[in-house]
């Protein structure tokens, strides 16, 4: 085997030396309260109309009824 295939094949580095690796990105958690306070708002305003209009339905079934 010539030297020219050998280096084809293995790449001159020593056995002590650790492979080079890119470093890794860890994502970080995404904190989505604050893009999500305008629609729990909402939500709110959407279960106390909820039942405000129930009550006044019932008081109205019995006070026509």
Do not use: H
Not at 31 to 49: G, T, V
């Amino acid at each position: 085997m010539s030297s020219r295939t050998r280096s084809r094949r293995q790449p001159n580095r020593s056995k002590n030396q650790p492979v080079r690796r890119p470093p890794v990105r860890v994502a970080e958690p995404v904190n989505y309260s604050l893009e999500y306070a305008s629609i729990r708002r909402d939500l709110w305003r959407i279960c106390i109309w909820t039942v405000i209009l129930l009550i006044g339905m019932f008081v109205l079934y019995f006070v026509i009824g």
